[in-house]
């Protein structure tokens, strides 16, 4: 199966695993071909979402696209809703492969802060013993700036001292806890990732057979 990631920024990447995840705990069996749809490198990267969408449908063939919106200063049903115009939009133009809206509260990287072991290997420090403060993972949605907490607890899990921490390239180490965290099952406790699963096993119950087909 072939799909592809819309979001604002590089940076969401880090969905990549967790969507691929998803898609296996549904019961894809197939082998899996993700692609972030970097439009960056047109000419004119567009700003609108729809205008987003029906590019990426066009460099990146696939047979299904998750596109990504952080709920930040709205709810998350405002942001879906957000998507699904767009969606809609798109589609009168041009055939849009079945989508699926993925859209944490507040920021992506709340879907990242539950797996120690993961943050500390990501930081290359995996015996480390200083205490990270983790949060809860049920608490995680009403944490004002997830990424900014992600990258203070990958700061901390590297032990690095305060000359050294400089160094340090956290945008990227988190796209590392990403693909070192095995289990995504502790998220099934946050709202809006059970909606997004939900709208996943949607999505792949109406369209299994031309899934199965890509």
Known sequence: MKYA????????????????????????????DPAWADLRR??????????????????????????????EGITREERSDEISRALTIA????????????????????????????????????????????????????????KRLLHGLLIRASGLNVRRRRSLKTGRLVHRIAELTGDFSALDSLPAFVRFNADLSEVLREHGAAFAAE
């Open 5 to 32: 990631l819309i979001s604002d920024g590089s940076s969401e990447r880090a969905l990549i695993p967790i969507l691929s995840w998803c898609l296996r705990r549904n019961g894809v069996r197939d082998s899996i």
């Open 91 to 146: 589609a009168t133009d041009r055939r849009i492969p079945p989508a699926v809206r993925v859209v944490p509260v507040r920021m992506m990287e709340a879907w990242l802060l539950h797996d120690e072991g993961a943050i500390r290997a990501a930081a290359d420090n995996p015996r480390g013993r200083v205490p990270l403060g983790m949060p809860e993972t049920v608490a995680v949605e009403g944490i004002a700036d997830p």
């Open 42 to 71: 047109v000419p004119r990267p567009p700003r609108e979402l729809v205008s987003k969408i029906t590019l990426a449908s066009q460099l990146y063939p696939c047979g299904l696209l998750f596109v990504h919106r952080d709920a």
